[in-house]
Structures are given as structure tokens and as C-alpha cells.
């Protein structure tokens, strides 16, 4: 990465958080407090201390997932709001497929067999738009934001009506298959719900890479993602990475539901991850669509939202949901504006 | 008897629908993606609550969810027309924003997490048609999406949104101020969103957590399942909350999971943008910057 795409991909975030520091100063005055005991709270709270650190991971892990599949969309040109349901539905196929298991397999063994069905779940709802985008030129961010519903209304039916264990919400225990939590290796830990899955977030994140900048299906998708006609004219097949992208974004989403179903509580509950699709939006744009970036950005939202429930006995934790969306609205407005202002600097400085 | 109930209750909740299609139709229209109607609802409905609780009277409340809605399509304005953001993402942050904004205040006026007190409404209890026509707003439901057709067909200023929706540079060409026109469809978006949000929580007499519940995203499914006209926006309004009314009747009949019936609105806008019943074509300039 050179400097000039170095500049413009840093820029954005920078002044995004500067704008969330500000407006969470005034949001924090408002409440009475001040605003540097509770940043040092959220801190302290956060990456402070191993149980703290542990509960950043575990949001981390999810949200990574998530970015990692709105972010492929992003690649390909496809914006895919539908990572809500994905992750949900993921999680629910993993479930449903633990259950049917019998019980004593090895973890290892069984983990390929849960990351395909979770991939299932998720690639199955993003196979929808896909396909209804590249036969029908149908808007994909209408279709994911109707299938959020569409979907979660569905799950919603299977696990009451269905799967539930009698008087909960939540489906039966995994048989086997459950992962090792980090508090297993690591004691300071303890009773936080970072867990195994983290390792499978690092390898999605590095396959995406790969599969991004050194695959021919990763350079076409890419290519569509740039100049959709560019890339047709080359002899792209435009409609077949459409409907790829779409699904395999909704697969790695899909895959994300394994952090709670097969490392956290063992089974799939609703609302498990709510808030994790659309957070995966805002953490693809501040990462802008690298997998590194992605990582990092994954921390920061997971810092904050677990920073939120540490503050709250001095600041209501909704004020984290409010810089939430100062972040994702002022990246959002100023990429293009830093974009514009380095190029005409740069001109300025040509002449 | 039985079929005036099944129908004011339609017309009950098709109120917070019809609002919040108009100010999608209206959006679209001109060019703009009517993601944030959800929060402009949210925004309005707190508004609204908080107004009337601190005031007494319900008609300050409704002013303060017009202030408010505009409030919210302001922000979306700036950041898609004057900052050329991308209209998906900002329209989903003005809805983060809108559901953390009320929370925050919530706790901040009302030290609740889940619900404000008792506020005043309009007059009007029990059910049926004599009740709801004390309500203003009610009213305004009813005549707001013929009233949206008149301004977009017959007068000057609907042409002019119709143009910018279109083509935008055709309509700079021939002196349309587009940016003027744009920021004006969006306010008044936002503002009749916001009215729906008002009408949620008079109603209901209070504001509670997320109250609006995804009633924005159907009336975005309205804006699109009626084909970006006003006229196709309302039967689809009234489609969907007979269809919520039906829901409602068959609760403990165990005839259909009610979870089936939710899902009509979204499955319908799905099957109409998949072009099964027909072609439906957004405005050309949907969801671009202009260039102007």
C-alpha cells in the first residue's frame, strides 16, 4: 500500500473518532460527568483487565465475521445489509446440526462438519439476493433488508414451534462439538466468553486476503466491484460473481454464529447476536474492506460496546450506541470528502 | 359490525404506514433512498412523547416530532447531497442514531431504559371509527398520500422533484436548483415519518424502547411494493395492515404461526422487485449523488 491509499484509508477513521470523542464529551456533560474519568473507565474497564479483554475478543470475533462478509459484498460492488439474519441463521443451522449429533465426538472432528452448516445457513440467505440480483437486476440492499425480517420471523417460528427446550428460548445443547473457551489455556480469563473461535475469525480474515488479491475469482470479483462493464467487456461473467459474492458473504456471516453456538452457550438463542449485522456494516467501512483493517476495526467496535456496559454506572451505556453511529456517519461522509481534498492538494502542490 | 372493526382497525394501523410511505414516495422521488424512515419515526415518536409529557398538550408534541424528524433528514441531507456519502450507509446510521439518541434521552429525561410515563393524547378511547376521528392525526394519515399525488402531478414543485429523481442533470440544465429541491423532498420526509412516529405514541400514551418496531421498513416496502406512487403506496399500506389486523384476530386460533403473516409485506416487496408480477422500475436517479 503506498502512501497516497495509506492517507486516504486513514484519514476518514481518524477524524471519525475525534467526531465521536466530541460528541461523547457533550453526551457525558449532559449527564453530569466528566469525560475523562469515564474514557479512563472504558479503558481501564476494557483492556485494562483480562475479563474485560476477553469480552472485547468475544464481540471481536463476532463482528469480524461480519465484516469480513459485508466487506466481500463491498469488494464486489454489492452492499449486503442482510448480515443480521446470516449470522442468526448460521448459528441455528450449527445448532440444529449439534443436536442431531451423536454424543463424544472430538471437537476437531466435528468442527468441519459445523463450520459447512453454519456456512449453509448464511450462504443459503445470501444465495437469495444473489441469485434474484443476477436474474433480475433486484435491488440486493432491499432484498437483504426484507430478508432480515423474512428470516428472523422464520427462525423465530422453528425454534418456538419446533426445536425449543420446553419453557426457554433457546434450543438443546450441542451434543459435542463445543469448543474450548481461552479461560481453558489462559486462567486470567475466567468468565468471559472469548473462546476457539477467535482462531477461526484469523483464518477467515486470511483467506479473505487471499482469496481477494491472489485468486483469478478474487481479481474478477474485485474487477466488478471497480467497473462492472469494464469487467464484462474483459469476459467476466458479471451475473456469476454476483450471486457468488452474495452467498459467500452470507456464508462467512453464517460462519460468525458458530462464536456463540459452538464456543459460547452451546446452543442457538434468539437475538444472539442482534446488532452484530448492522455493526458488521460500520466495521467493513472504517476497515475499508481489508481484512486487516477489518480486524482492527472489529477491536475498536468491540471496545466500545463493551466499554458501554462498563461505563453505565456513570453514563447511560445507550451513549455508546449514539458514537456508534457518529463513527459509521462520519466515515461515511468523509471518505469522498478526503478523497477530494487530497487530490486537490496534491494538485496544488504539482503546480 | 365485525367488518367495522376489522376495518377501523386496519385504518388504525395503517395510519403510522401511510404517513411514513408518504415521506418514502416523496424521497425516492427525488432521488434519495428512504432508509432512515424507521429512525425519523423513532426520533418522532420520542419527540413527540416528551413534548406532551412536559407540556400537557399533544398539538406541541406533534411540533416537536416535525422539528425532530426534520431534524434527522437534515443530517441524512447533509451527509448524502452535500457530502455525497453513500445514501445506504448514512440512511442505516440515521437509524442507529435515532434508536441510541431516544435510549440515551430516555434514560436522561425519564430514567428508564424501557418506557417513558403517561402522556397526554388526543381524545378519543375505546375503538371503532368514532374514536380514532377525534384523532388529527388520523386524519392527516388518511388525506396525506392523495394530497403527496396532487403536489407530485400537478404542481410545479412535484415536477420538479419528479425531474431530480429522474435525471437530475436534465433538470439542472433547465434551471431546476437541484440540491434546493433534494434537501426539501428529505426534510419533509423526515417530517411526515416523524408524524408517524407522533401517532405511535399518543396513541399509545407514552414512548417505549424501539417502539416503532420495523414499521418504517415496512412503509419503505410499501414505497417500492406500490411502485413509487402514491396511490400504489397506500393500497399497499392498507394490504399490509389488514394483513397485521387479520394476524391480530387470528391470535390463538393457531390457523397460521403468526410469524407467516409478519413476513407478507417483505415477501411481497421481495416477489415485486423480482419483477414476478410485473416490472417495477425505481426512479433512474435513485441512490446516486447528483453532479450537479
Redesign the interface.
Known sequence: MNRRTLEESLLPPVVALLLAAVVGDV?IL??GQSPGAVYRLLLEGTWGNAYGFGQVLYKATTLTFTGLAVGLGLRAGL?N?GAESQVAAGGFVAAVAGMLLPAGIPALLCLPLFVLAAALGGGIVGA?PGV?KA?????E???T???N??VL??L??LTS?KVHVPDTLHTPELKSGALFRLSDVIPAFHGSAANATILLAVIAAAVFGWYLFRTRRGFELRAVGLQPRAAENAGVHVGGVVWRALTVSGAIAGIGGLNYVLGYKHYYEEGFASGAG?LG?AVA?VGRNHPLGIVVAALLFATLSQGGLVVNALV?K?????????V??AV??????VRRMLRTSRRTAAT | MSVLDFLSQTLRIAVPFLLAAAGGVLSERAGLIALGLEGYMLGGAFCAAAVSFASGSPWLGVSAALVGGAVLALVYAVGTIRFRGDQVVIGIAINLLAVGLTRFFLRLFFGSSSNSPRVPGFGGTGTGFLALAYNPLVWIGVIVLPTLGWILYRTPFGLRVRAVGEHPAAAASVGVPVTRVRYIAVAFSGMLAALGGAYLALDQHQFTDGMTAGRGFIALAATIFGRWNPKGAGLACLLFAAAETLQIRLQGTHAIPSQFVEMIPYVLTIVALAGVVGRSVPPAALGKPSTE
Do not use: R
Not at chain 1, 445507550?318 to 456508534?324: A, R
Open positions: 453526551l449532559s449527564f452492499f445489509i437469495v434474484l436474474k433480475f437486476g433486484a435491488h440492499v432491499i432484498v433488508i426484507m430478508l425480517f423474512i420471523a422464520l423465530n417460528y414451534a448492522y456494516i467501512l447511560p445507550q451513549m455508546i450506541d449514539v458514537l456508534q453511529a457518529v459509521i456517519l461515511a461522509t468523509s471518505v469522498p470528502e
